[in-house]
């Protein structure tokens, strides 16, 4: 093991310790000259980091600075010379210039969260903003405070939540919510509003420059490097600069259109200019005005995204269009593959656990060495962008050269996440049921393969299903609703059977086993999945020809 040398041993060799000395020194230089360096990245952002710095008084953490904040802090020893050789950071082709990636989150679940973000997607997005609904730290990394500016006199009693955080969090009484039972769930999301738009306004502030801006929660993951071919491609539909976008996962609530949340959503710097003028940046009333006028509006909504949407669209002057399945709301077991997705390329997952973002990377890094892609750069993209000292715009690029790389370039597909997490895991083998009766079923049991939320028969709804018999008998028992499956709905290819719920759907989706934390009865009660192979391997083989 490395250790200092002992101060005796020190006192005894004045040798040993002028040679430490020595190094010390030379480290010291050596560090020093390396912060100076990565100091100059992105020069041409060095205004603006300024510039807001007076206004917001909080520091732009990108991960740059991350490489460079140790040794500009620690002064390092001669055992840090030694053991620090630099970690490979995870970086999967180019970084992504140009865009800023800001994610919103909250303190009870930061930590659960956030770090395998970090350690995977967040390396190729060196403009990262991280939003919580305190100031906090991760490592190195500063989380920014979304709801520092927002008004209580307008949000009152939601905020009062943000008190008990801010108390708590000074009494050290620990806010992550480690068991995962998120109690404080509840009141978070009410917290959770008022974010949207405040974080819009900063990401702009801190990099006003940016083609895009892309919104993500702590519990979205990303397939970063679809994002390259998706924006070049998108930026010959619209210039960024003067054609505004707002794309994402359209959702409805009273007839206004939002883009989900949890799916990610994409505004591109004309589209931000629509909420924040470029001239009124960094004007204080006008700012001020903004946030009131849209706190006051978060009060009375239910969600946060839908606030963004307001601020916006602004009664239609931008309309937000539906991206799907490129930014889309599962994770990769809770996807349904159907015709409509199984060929399109994949940017977003969400509801993520951090083993989901680990294993979603995984997915990712080995799809890229298997398509070579891994090695694709930019058209114009250099040495210097390749060392992060130039900043990389997709402005820059040639309509023509955009183009043709962007359509050379090989996508991971939903297809491809079929064949990496679902087509081994899948169960292929008919089988007996458990009076020993013949089945074209695979059978799971204390399994959710959410058929359910294709179509749903239950007590309730079998009035309004019709008058036919195999409805009826199908909420009845397992049993029967495996029948109506197999022999009554000629595309269903898997059914989910629990007390007096049968779930019948013509998408594949893996799902999950559920908890069994009781016999084995108890747990078949929470639910039997079954899948029908025969069909399902022809569906997948039909889908597979169109991609
Ligand atoms: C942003 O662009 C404007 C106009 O093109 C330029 O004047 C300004 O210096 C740029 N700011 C930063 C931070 O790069
Ligand atoms: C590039 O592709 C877009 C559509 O994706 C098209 O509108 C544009 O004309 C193309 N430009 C060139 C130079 O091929
Ligand atoms: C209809 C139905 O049974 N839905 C349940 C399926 O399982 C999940 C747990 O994974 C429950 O939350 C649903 O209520």
């Known amino acids: 093991m490395l250790t200092s040398p002992s101060p005796t041993l020190l006192r005894r060799s004045p040798l040993l310790a002028a040679i430490l000395l020595i190094l010390f020194i030379q480290s010291y230089f050596l560090f020093k000259y390396n912060a100076e360096a990565s100091s ?42 030694k053991l620090s050789a630099p970690t490979a950071t995870a970086v999967r082709g180019p970084e992504l210039h140009d865009v800023v990636l800001s994610i919103k989150t909250g303190s009870t679940v930061l930590f659960a969260r956030v770090p395998l973000q970090l350690l995977t997607i967040i390396p190729n997005f060196p403009q990262t903003l991280i939003y919580s609904d305190i100031k906090n730290k991760l490592g190195d990394w500063e989380i920014l405070d979304a709801l520092k500016d927002v008004s209580g006199d307008l949000a009152d009693t939601s905020l009062s939540f943000r008190a008990d955080l801010l108390n708590l969090h000074a009494q050290n009484a620990g806010l992550a919510d480690h068991s995962g039972k998120m109690e404080d769930l509840k009141e978070g999301w009410a917290l959770d509003k008022f974010k949207n738009v405040p974080m819009l306004i900063t990401s702009y502030q801190k990099y006003p420059n940016a083609s895009y801006y892309l919104f993500i929660d702590g519990d979205t993951s990303l397939v970063s ?6 924006l ?27 883009a989900h949340g949890g799916s990610g959503y994409l505004l591109n710097q004309a589209a931000a200019q629509k909420v924040i003028p470029r001239e ?12 009131r006028k849209y706190t006051a509006a978060a009060a009375h909504e239910c969600c946060g995204d839908l606030v963004l949407s307001l601020a916006v669209r602004q009664d239609g002057t931008v309309e937000v269009e539906h991206k799907w399945p490129f930014f889309q709301g599962e994770s990769w077991w809770s996807i349904p ?20 973002i680990q294993t979603i990377w995984d997915f990712e890094q080995t799809m890229l060495a298997k398509t070579g892609m891994k090695t694709w750069r930019p058209p114009g993209w250099n040495d210097l962008h390749e060392q992060g000292l130039k900043q990389w715009r997709f402005t820059e690029v040639s309509p023509a050269a955009a183009n043709k790389s962007a359509e050379e370039y090989k996508y991971i597909l939903f297809n491809d996440l079929y ?8 169960p292929w083998q008919a089988e007996k049921d458990e009076n020993g009766e013949v089945t074209q079923s695979a059978i799971r049991v204390g399994w959710d393969n959410q058929s359910w939320r294709e179509w749903e028969l239950n007590e309730e709804k079998i009035g309004e299903e019709g008058t036919e018999q195999w409805k009826k008998d199908a909420i009845a028992s397992e049993k029967n609703c495996r029948i109506a499956c197999e022999k009554y709905y000629e595309n269903c290819v898997q059914w989910y059977y629990r007390d007096g719920v049968c ?28 899948w029908v192979p025969r069909r399902m391997e022809a569906k997948i083989k039909e889908w597979k020809l169109k991609c």
């Open 503 to 530: 779930g019948l759907s013509d998408k594949v989706v893996y799902g999950r086993r559920l908890p069994n934390q009781g016999t084995y009865s108890e747990w078949k009660k929470l639910g039997v999945s079954g």
């Open 419 to 426: 064949d990496y997490f679902l087509s081994q895991r899948l």
């Open 225 to 230: 490097s679809n994002f390259w071919p998706y």
């Open 232 to 258: 070049l491609q998108v930026t010959q539909e619209s210039d960024p600069r003067t054609k505004p976008i707002y794309f994402g996962s359209v959702s409805y609530i009273s007839d206004r259109p939002f």
């Open 40 to 81: 100059n990245i992105y020069q041409d952002d060095v205004p603006a980091k300024q510039l807001v710095s007076t206004i917001t008084s909080t520091v732009t953490v990108t991960s740059k600075d991350i490489k460079s904040t140790p040794a500009a802090a620690n002064k390092p020893t001669p055992t840090q010379v």
């Open 337 to 356: 593959f159907s015709d409509a997705n199984f060929c399109e390329p994949m940017g977003t997952l969400h509801h993520v656990t951090p083993e989901d």
């Open 280 to 291: 009124k940046a960094y004007e204080e009333t006008f700012l001020r005005e903004l946030e």
